[in-house]
Structures are given as C-alpha cells and as structure tokens.
C-alpha cells in the first residue's frame, strides 16, 4: 500500500495499572460495517457514499472498504460522547479519487474538503484538507481539539469539487490525546517491572509499530517490555510510540522510580540528646543499620551515619557567688568561639539585646549564658550569683583639745554605718606607736601637720572615707625643774630637763659658784645629775646649769638656769 504518513506525537503520562486498550470514539471510522452505518449526511448533500473498496476508486485493495465526499455526498457522525475540558487527536487518511467511468469528470486538482468539529454554534476545530495527487496514494491528516460540551459532531463536506467523483477517507479517527501505559510488578531493586502501551481495538483502533526508548539509552520493541533485576539506575521517563490506524504517530510516556534496597541517611545530634532509629534509641555518633519489611513495597536496609557534635564552651569568667559594691560594675565573659551566638539570662529570663560574649552587670541576679554553636547545638553556663553590697558611710572627727603640738598624740573617732566594717587609717607611721589603726577610734602621733583619712570597708568589698586636717605647731619651751633632793630615797633623786615630743637634748652642764664644770651629760645621756662630782656629794647650794637640745621645728635652742639642792 502506498501511502504517505503525517507524524503526530502525543505526550502522555499515567500512573494506572489497568491493561489500556486502543480506543476510537468514531462509530465504524473504518467503514468496515458497509452502508456507511453510523454515519449520516446533511445537505446539500444527498448520500452517504461508503460502500465501494478502495480499488474501485484507483486504489489497491479489492477489500478495504472507503469512504467518498463530493458534490452529492458527504459524512456527519453526531453525538460523539467526549469529557469537556480533555484533549482529543482526530486523523483519518485521504486520498484524490484517480479512476472514472466513462463520462465522469475527476475531481479537480486539488480537491478540497472540510473537516469540523462543533456542537452547535461550538466550533472546535475547523480545517480545510486538500489533496492533488494524480496516482494513487493515500495522504493523513491529524490534528488535537479540545471540547467544552459532553458530545460533539463531525462533519466532512465537499468545498471545491463540482463532480460526482471526489475525495476517498478512511480509517477516521478520535482518541483522546492523554493515553495511559500500563504498570504491573514491584519497582524495587532486584525486582521485574512490566510495561505495556495500548493495544489495538480492531477494526476502528489499530496500533503498530512499537518502539521504545528509556534511560541510559535503553530500546526495545513490542506492545510491552519487562525489565528484570531492575537497578536505581534504570529509574527515569519511559517512551513508547506507535503509529494508530496507519494514520498518526503516538507518543505516551511513564515515570519509573525503582526503590534502592539500601538507603544512606546522615544525621546529626548534639552531646547529651538522643536519636530514635526505628525505635533504637541511639546516644553515641556512629555507623548503624536496619532493615525494613513494610507490608507492601520494597524490603530496605537503611545505614545511618550519625554524628555527636560536641556542645558549646560555656565557661564563664567568674563562677559560684560574687559580690559588688553598689554602684559599681563588674564584667562577665564566657569563651569566645568562631560561630558561636549568645544569649545573656537574668533570673533565668532573656535579656534584650545582651548577645554578645560578654555582659556588663551591675543590679543583683543570677546571671548565666545561654550559648549555641555552628552545629546548632545549645548549652547553658553555670549561674552566677551577683550581691549587691550597699556602700558605708564614715564621718571622722577629732576628740577634746585641737591645740596640738608636733608629736602630739591626737584622739580620733570614726563614725561609720554599714555591715561588718574594718577600719584603715592613713598615713601609717602616724599610728606605729599605738598600733589601733584598725579600729574606729585611734590615738595618733601627730608629727605635722596635714590630712589623717580614715577608709571603712564593709565586707572587704564597699569602701568609703573622710578625712579631717589637724594642724600642730612646735612647742619647744623646755621643762626644768627648780630643786631637786638626790637623798637616795628614789624621789626626786636626779635633776634632768623634762622633754617634750620632738626635743633632743645637744648638750646639758651644771656648774657650781665657782664656774667648775660639775655635771656633763656626754657620759650620762638620759638619767641626769645625781648631786655629786667626782663620786662626792655636793653641799646644799645653787648650782647654774646649761642647756642646749634641739625641737621638732628642726631649730636648736639653750636654755640656762639655776638649781638647788636640798638634803
């Protein structure tokens, strides 16, 4: 048969596994039923003419029996039942009548007919097809409409063609463009898989000419092809096309996914959590694995590589209960590591904005840090007990007489409120000879004057001070008795200068009436004059003396005078 196909690919996909049959919604398409049963004719037609085999109109077959359209004849098949909204391809095969009696004109070169689809005053598709051929060949035509009403009607009519003798149609064709391929088996690693294309429908549906293509340039042909053993790898889109009524080229295609037997799965926790695989509590990073048997589908070993990330640094600069003056401020800081963030906590409750690796704290709370790393993992510091101490308070004053002079031992009290106070007083050397600078009321030895400041400490943390000047002068007039009694009953017995503070004795001599040099206290430097010279005691009398010392205004100074004895 000589005949000249037009390709019409149609792209189809399906997830049934119900065998598909061919099917064409034309009643007798073939015309294999003569008298052209299901068909009719609408004028200005008069007949329908499908009665006569092919060859009685030039062509080969003596028992193919056509179809012919022309000036008195035409074709209508009505109520065609469709779905509204779904695509259909319409074909049929066409050819110029080549042949005629005596006294019959051909038809004219071309020969035109039209083809419509509709319901109503719904037109699908309208085309116009026209065929010049002056030998016998037999020409398709295929194209896809898309109704919007539950039945439609086609119609082939005449267009050009004043003749009796006309076009020839055969094999027409309506089939709705989204066709299935059939799945049967179990798409699991190792298993078969089967698949299968529409098969043929005779007479009005006939498919031929399988081929197939799939992944990693798989062909087969046939209706159906199995896949044995099948892979992962063979997972993918397989086509299959085939040519419909000799006419249209199809095209229908599956998704295949084989399930893989062995499943690799990553997972991560962090230290301290745990991970249920298929209800193994897992606590430790490792390699595990398990096998699945679900009720249906495929049996699956599934290996787990789990990782433990380690959690955060939390460690703080401080630790256990810290205590802080009021009014001051201390830092706390946790490690610092790359990728880390950070949230600061007071009494367990987020502060605002405190996310850096350090907090500046200030107010009494227990603080912590709640810290997340790169990995998403998350740990809490220890807390941090912070106790705001109030600070003291201290008023410093001097006791009794502010007439002092320098060395002077001054009487100082210390007011001071707060808990558990220590005192310190300043400057230190003031203090050595009374060693009380560690109480609140102290004896000082003043040697000039200037500030003496008292500081309290209220718990070795808070502090406060105050200070108060004291002013001294030298007082460097010089004590000397005027009579003395060196009669051995231990009163009274030696005659010597009553120093004050800051005086130093350079010299001191006694003479008597007669200038003699009597006493000298380079020998004797601190008890004084006994009453003898030379060992002898000396007669009641009024003796001169002769005094020069030093003061604490760093002046020298003498002093002269008499003395008497009294036996």
């Known amino acids: 048969m000589n005949m000249k196909k037009i390709i019409f690919l149609l792209l189809l996909a399906t997830n049934s596994f119900v065998q598909t049959f061919a099917q064409n919604l034309v009643n007798n398409g073939s015309f294999s039923t003569t008298g052209g049963v299901g068909w009719g004719f609408f004028a200005p037609g008069t007949s329908v003419e499908a009665y006569i085999t092919e060859a009685g109109y030039g062509g080969i077959s003596a028992t193919n029996i056509t179809a012919e359209i022309d000036v008195e004849a035409n074709l209508r098949q009505a109520n065609i039942p469709v779905t509204p909204g779904q695509a259909y391809a319409i074909s049929f095969k066409h050819c110029r009548r080549t042949t005629a009696g005596p006294g019959y004109p051909l038809p004219p070169i071309p020969s035109t007919i039209n083809v419509k689809v509709y319901n109503g005053t719904?037109?699908?598709?309208?085309?116009?097809?026209?065929?010049?051929?002056?030998?016998?060949?037999?020409?398709?035509?295929?194209?896809?409409?898309?109704?919007?009403?539950?039945?439609?009607?086609?119609?082939?009519?005449?267009?050009?063609?004043?003749?009796?003798?006309?076009?020839?149609?055969?094999?027409?064709?309506?089939?709705?463009?989204?066709?299935?391929?059939?799945?049967?088996?179990?798409?699991?690693?190792?298993g078969d898989i089967t698949l299968t294309a529409p098969v043929s429908n005779p007479p009005d549906a006939?498919?031929?000419?399988?081929?197939?293509?799939?992944?990693?340039?798989?062909?087969?042909?046939?209706?159906?092809?199995?896949?044995?053993?099948?892979?992962?790898?063979?997972?993918?889109?397989?086509?299959?096309?085939?040519?419909?009524?000799?006419?249209?080229?199809?095209?229908?295609t599956y998704t295949v996914t084989i399930n893989p037997n062995t499943f690799n799965r990553s997972a991560s926790i962090c230290q301290g959590e745990v991970y249920n695989f298929y209800d193994r509590i897992l606590q430790s990073g490792g390699i595990y694995d398990t096998l699945i048997h679900p009720v249906s589908?495929?049996?699956?070993?599934?290996?787990?590589?789990?990782?433990?990330?380690?959690?955060?640094?939390?460690?703080?600069?401080?630790?256990?209960?810290?205590?802080?003056?009021?009014?001051?401020?201390?830092?706390?800081?946790?490690?610092?590591?790359?990728?880390?963030?950070?949230?600061?906590?007071?009494?367990?409750?987020?502060?605002?904005?405190?996310?850096?690796?350090?907090?500046?704290?200030?107010?009494?709370?227990?603080?912590?840090?709640?810290?997340?790393?790169?990995?998403?993992?998350?740990?809490?510091?220890?807390?941090?007990?912070?106790?705001?101490i109030p600070k003291p308070t201290i008023t410093l004053a001097v006791i009794g007489n502010r007439n002092f002079c320098t060395m002077d031992t001054v009487r100082l009290k210390a007011t001071a409120t707060g808990e558990n106070l220590e005192y310190s007083w300043t400057p230190d050397r003031y203090f050595h000879a009374t060693s009380t600078n560690q109480y609140n009321e102290v004896w000082a030895v003043v040697p000039q004057s200037g500030y003496v400041t008292v500081t309290v400490y209220s718990g070795n943390i808070c502090s406060a001070k105050d200070s108060v000047y004291i002013n001294v002068h030298p007082c460097c007039d010089i004590g000397m008795p005027n009579a003395f009694t060196p009669n051995g009953d231990g009163k009274n017995d030696y005659f010597k200068p009553v120093l004050q503070v800051g005086q130093t004795i350079v010299s001191f001599r006694i003479f008597n009436r007669l200038g003699q040099i009597v006493y000298d206290n380079k020998n004797n430097q601190n008890k004084g004059w006994d009453g003898t010279f030379k060992g002898v005691k000396q007669s009641n009398d009024v003796y001169m003396y002769q005094l020069n010392y030093n003061c604490s205004d760093g002046k020298n100074y003498q002093k002269k005078g008499d003395i008497t004895i009294i036996r």
């Open 122 to 190: 719904n037109v699908f598709l309208t085309q116009n097809i026209s065929s010049s051929n002056t030998t016998w060949i037999w020409q398709c035509a295929a194209f896809v409409f898309t109704p919007t009403t539950a039945t439609i009607t086609l119609d082939f009519e005449n267009i050009n063609n004043p003749s009796t003798l006309g076009m020839i149609l055969d094999d027409i064709t309506i089939s709705p463009v989204t066709q299935a391929i059939t799945f049967s088996g179990t798409p699991c690693q190792g």
């Open 297 to 388: 589908g495929c049996d699956s070993n599934i290996i787990l590589n789990l990782t433990m990330n380690t959690l955060p640094n939390v460690s703080l600069n401080k630790e256990g209960k810290i205590s802080m003056c009021e009014g001051g401020q201390d830092v706390l800081k946790v490690v610092a590591e790359s990728g880390n963030t950070y949230q600061w906590l007071q009494n367990n409750n987020p502060i605002p904005g405190a996310t850096t690796d350090s907090l500046k704290v200030s107010t009494t709370g227990n603080y912590s840090v709640r810290v997340t790393n790169n990995k998403g993992c998350i740990a809490t510091s220890n807390v941090i007990m912070l106790h705001i």
């Open 206 to 252: 006939v498919y031929t000419n399988y081929n197939w293509t799939g992944p990693n340039g798989y062909t087969a042909t046939g209706n159906s092809i199995t896949l044995s053993n099948v892979q992962p790898t063979q997972s993918g889109v397989y086509t299959c096309t085939m040519l419909l009524n000799d006419c249209a080229t199809l095209s229908s």
